[in-house]
């Protein structure tokens, strides 16, 4: 630790940071931060050892007021200057993990749901890898107010009809500043819509890496004078942002999704792991697809997976088994988007695999049609069941799944439950201009 410590006060220095924010996350994934001003850089090294204190109850799904003091200390691993505040006097930012005063870790806190995973699949020799991909629309305001799309732009388009070009190239040079390895830039399908994938990695530095993907995203464009949302479905009628995570389990450095003489070059533990994803793939959807909104994505028609099936490439499943081999094979669970809050929503994706692997859950053969061709009576037929159509639907599939429930430990699925109750029963008795138009003059 004295190690670390000593190179974070010299990256303090050359940086020339004169704050320093404590940054962690709500239930929902939502960042939240105190900041110190610093004297000289070596005051941080009792933050470090020592934490600091700050009342829980004000942060929802966290303590009671009752017994709310909780102590935030930094992880020296997750340095890093902001590249979007003044260079002059800068600010750097560090995650913290949560603890009761007394020294146990807080069990709230949703980093700590991941470590609690992680630590599991380490005693068996695993490393738990994810690689996302956060889709995100640009926008602004019409002459009347309403929010709309920056451009009309499509996939893969260029200047002029992609207006995110530039925007794009600051946001890659922005997250390059941050250590993201940016693999690739483009235009999404929808209008407006934009995707920055950044390379897999280990699950706790990659969930660390998609709260600060959102949050720099949103400074950056913020300061080009534009705005961005990671709201799954902004709009009707066009594809919503999703967040496809791939996975893949290594041990002793090799990847064990990968078997080069078993058919596809998938080994049991490649297909017991699907089977695991596709098995929970119900309860899972709460906490991956975790809003109201997340449902108005998940329809037929829109490159969105409802079908709860596998296959091989093959983009109208839920799970999809990209061609790579070799270190690169990996089980695709497309149903996750930029909403929900990454550390809980890896750890029970995690969980579901394993539990996959545990029990020997054969996914069966794959899928290689088109599943969004078929009928219900055909869909049927073939044994696919569909995602549900609802938050509502989704919080009662994990009410009724034992293990997805325990990956979150009782305190946060009680209070994500809680949550989920209250946001359904706020959407449910709204009445929508929809209704109005369609209902009016009955």
């Not at 690169?328 to 550390?343: I, K, L, S, V």
């Not at 997805?404 to 706020?426: C, N, P, T």
Request: charged fraction near 25%.
């Amino acid at each position: 630790m004295s190690d670390k410590i000593g190179q974070v006060i010299e990256n303090i220095e050359e940086c020339g940071t004169k704050f320093v924010r404590l940054q962690f996350v709500d239930i929902h994934g939502t960042p939240k931060n105190m900041a110190i001003p610093l004297v000289k850089p070596g005051d941080i090294e009792d933050v470090i050892k020592d934490g600091l204190l700050f009342d829980g109850s004000s942060i929802e799904g966290f303590a009671d007021i009752n017994n709310s003091d909780l102590i935030l200390k930094p992880d020296p691993d997750t340095f890093s200057a902001l590249p979007w505040r003044p260079e002059e006097k800068g600010v750097c930012r560090f995650i913290c993990d949560i603890y009761w005063p007394e020294g146990k870790p807080f069990e709230g806190d949703p980093r700590y749901i991941l470590k609690k995973a992680l630590e599991k699949v380490h005693k068996e020799g695993y490393e738990y890898n994810v690689g996302p991909e956060p889709e995100f629309f640009i926008i602004g305001e019409d002459e009347n107010g309403y929010v709309v799309p920056q451009d009309e732009g499509v996939y893969f388009d260029v200047e002029p009809v992609d207006q995110g070009t530039d925007v794009r190239r600051e946001l890659v040079l922005g997250l390059e500043s941050l250590k993201f390895d940016i693999e690739v830039s483009h235009h999404e399908v929808g209008p407006g819509q934009h995707e920055i994938d950044f390379k897999f990695d280990k699950a706790m530095k990659t969930a660390d890496a998609v709260i600060t993907f959102k949050q720099a995203i949103k400074a950056i464009v913020d300061n080009l004078g534009y705005m961005v949302t990671f709201m799954p479905k902004p709009f009707f009628g066009v594809n919503g942002s999703g967040m496809h995570c791939h996975q893949s389990l290594f041990k002793n450095g090799e990847n064990v999704f990968f078997d080069a003489d078993a058919e596809n070059q998938l080994s049991e533990e490649a297909l017991y792991f699907t089977g695991g994803l596709l098995k929970h793939s119900k309860a899972l959807s709460a906490i991956v697809a975790p809003t109201v909104n997340s449902y108005k994505r998940l329809v037929p028609g829109y490159e969105a997976p409802v079908y709860i099936s596998y296959g091989l490439k093959n983009r109208s499943t839920l799970v999809r088994i990209p061609a790579s081999r070799g270190n690169g094979t990996r089980a695709e669970f497309r149903c996750p988007d930029p909403a929900c809050n990454p550390y809980l929503a890896f750890a029970a994706m995690l969980e579901a695999g394993m539990d996959g692997i545990k029990n020997k859950t054969h996914p069966g053969e794959p899928t290689e049609i088109d599943v969004f061709e078929l009928n219900s009576d055909e869909l049927a037929g073939m044994g696919i069941d569909t995602l549900p159509s609802s938050l509502w639907e989704a919080y009662h599939a994990l009410e009724n799944d034992d293990v997805v429930k325990a990956s979150l430990g009782d305190h946060v699925y009680s209070q994500f439950m809680d949550i989920k109750r209250k946001e359904w029963d706020d959407y449910r008795i709204q009445v929508f201009q929809y209704e109005l138009d369609k209902y009016l003059m009955i």
